[in-house]
Structure formats: C-alpha cells, structure tokens
C-alpha cells in the first residue's frame, strides 16, 4: 500500500480480519483483510482495506486472484488412476427380500 502523505510503498506492521455478520445474496460470507501501516519515511501511519474475501458453498473466492485460483483448480482436477469398476446395485439387493 501506498503511503497516502508521500506515496511510500508501505507494508502492513499488522493484518486482522473483519468477517460480515450476514451472507450476501448468494450466501457467501464476507471476510475483509485489514492492515495497519506506519510510512517510514514521514511516519504516517493509517489502516486501510487490503483485500475482500468472499467464502460460501464453493468455497473461498479471492475478489482479487479470481483468475489464478480457478487456474489451480484445474489442475488438481486430474483424472484418477485406477480403474473404475461400476456396480449395479440391482445385482446386489436382488436375492434380498424384506
Ligand atoms: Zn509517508
């Protein structure tokens, strides 16, 4: 983050998250990521938002790394190994009779 007084590149001395109370229309919830900064160049120190995060039923989405995050779900998406063997469960519960 900038330094608003001289535009110093500060990093955050501290980071903490804010989660919203209520889901939003799509039932995800809100995390907001917070810093505190102090400019070591004019001593300056402020708190600023730093990133939005929205967690709900497809799990964590990163408002700013949408893109890479779905870059690595496809590529765990292997197939896997082994053979599938389907089974019908019509054979199995056949010779029962309740
Ligand atoms: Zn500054």
Known sequence: MKCPRCGTEVQPQKTWQLVA???DADGRVTIIV??????????YSWRQKISTIKVGPEGEVDLNAT??????????????AGK??????????EDEEL
């Open 34 to 43: 917070m810093g505190s900064f102090k400019c070591p160049n004019c001593g």
């Open 67 to 80: 893109k890479k995050r779905k870059r690595k779900k496809k590529e765990k998406e292997k197939k896997p």
């Open 84 to 93: 599938i063997i389907e089974v019908d469960l019509s054979d199995i519960y």
């Open 21 to 23: 109370p209520l889901p």
